[in-house]
């Protein structure tokens, strides 16, 4: 069903032709656009790769129940990652993959800066160091 429908529907959620809008008032984009949908749906649930593309509600775990995005009716997608949860499960407001992100970036920030110091208090130790061995071959 997909390859009879033009692309620019499946492709751009909000590209529509004259035809499009003309089938719209005539009551057939409509019923069209829902029967692609569930033959879309159909096919990622039965899909082992599309599954594969699919969430886990970090929440709840539940790794019988993957989720997409398109799952409007069950799935709440955050604002900044895109990461996907049961809505009945996202209730705290903070999104957990977002925070471990976060506190990822910290640490990072933390052992560059880290990094970055106990190399400008080696440069003093190293010239000494070079300048000791120059002194005894001299």
Excluded: W
């Excluded at 499946?10 to 809008?21: A, C, F, G, M, V």
């Excluded at 029967?35 to 969430?55: I, N, P, S, W, Y």
């Excluded at 809505?87 to 640490?107: I, N, T, V, W, Y």
């Excluded at 080696?122 to 160091?129: G, I, K, V």
């Amino acid at each position: 069903s997909f390859d009879i429908v033009p692309g620019h529907l499946t492709e751009d959620l909000h590209l529509y032709s004259l035809n499009d809008l003309t089938a719209t008032k005539k009551g057939e984009l409509g019923p069209r656009l829902a029967e692609l949908t569930r033959a879309g749906a159909a096919h990622v649930e039965r899909c082992m790769l599309c599954q594969a593309k699919g969430f886990i509600c970090e929440f709840c775990q539940n790794e019988d129940d993957v989720i997409f995005p398109f799952e409007l009716h069950k799935c709440r997608t955050c604002e900044e990652c895109k990461a996907c949860y049961h809505k009945a499960c996202f209730k705290s407001g903070s999104c957990p993959r977002c925070e471990r992100l976060q506190a990822r970036r910290e640490l990072l920030a933390k052992q560059s800066l880290e990094s970055y110091l106990s190399d400008y208090e080696e440069e003093p130790t190293e010239a000494l160091a070079l300048e000791a061995t120059i002194l005894e071959t001299t």
